[in-house]
């Protein structure tokens, strides 16, 4: 999953305008226990997974993404029509992506689960869990039971 | 709603330190609750849900805070931050009655807190286990916020 190095910025284009903010469904990264490893291999090797992120990056308008990683640690994301490339792992029950473009920072991802959709959280240096997650995603082919499904 | 907790350990080891706190003073670490109603998952909701809030926190001794921000949380779940002329995105929810915020920026490290309520006044108190040991569940708050455009009208009413 890409991750912008520098830049992430305010846009308040509301995902769920229905919603009143709370959303009890999402996970919680204190109390929950995220994808093993086996778990990860049977959710993200040769997959390609669509997804919509949390929030917006400068010079990106759309939330949702696609992202194929493949079985030989290739990986290719696709956000408003620009493609990257770059290779993939998972590594201590975490999902790391690394990007050709040297602006986009390699990061680690903890998955959890809610229905068939997975939440992304980086992990921070310390090596917990982020608070927020950065993204949500299915995998191709499968309508997203999460809620609210926007995925 | 506040920035990494290096403040919060500041003020943890003034606690461990032992330094006095002077009764006048509504610092971190005087403890609003007794004198408070904790706010459940539907009373932050209303409260919150399209509120512009102006909130403080890095309290000195002196009950003074130094660090101020203002965060507007916009019905459809998205908020802005702002803090020294910085405005971030974001996005806040309710969770087992507490208010959480989520930040893409590393700057805002995010988190649920159990709001508590005097007066006009609204005080946070982290949920989180990791954040300063002793802080769950402690007489700790991180951060107090009115609506934009009140005056606080709590500090007597806990001194």
Known sequence: ?151 | MFRPPLYKLGTALLLTLGLTVTAAAQTQDTDIRPDASQLSGDEIKTVFSDAHMDGAYNFGRNGKAVSFYTEKHFPDGTLTYEEDGIVDPGRWFVRNDALCFMYPSNKLSGGCFRVYQIKNCYYFYTTSRRRVPGENGQPYWTARAVKKGERAGCEKAVS
Request: aromatic share 14%; hydrophobic share 35%; charged share 20%.
């Open chain 1, 1 to 151: 999953m890409r991750l912008f190095a520098l830049f992430t910025i305010a846009c308040l284009s509301p995902l769920h305008a229905a919603a009143l903010g709370p959303d009890e469904a999402y996970p919680d990264v204190e109390n929950e226990t995220p994808l093993t490893e086996a778990e990860l291999r049977a959710a993200f090797t040769g997959k390609r997974h669509l997804g919509s992120y949390n929030f917006l990056s400068r010079g990106i308008t759309t939330y949702a993404f696609e992202e194929t990683t493949n079985s030989d640690g290739s990986l290719r994301h696709v956000r408003q029509g620009h493609v990257d490339t770059g290779q993939w792992e998972i590594s201590d029950n975490t999902v790391c992506y690394d990007y050709d473009d040297p602006n986009l920072l390699q990061a680690c991802f903890r998955m959890y689960s809610r229905g068939n959709c997975y939440y992304h959280y980086q992990v921070s240096v310390e090596g917990y869990a982020k608070f927020g997650f950065t993204a949500r995603s299915v995998i191709a082919g499968e309508t997203a039971n999460c809620e609210p499904a926007y995925v």
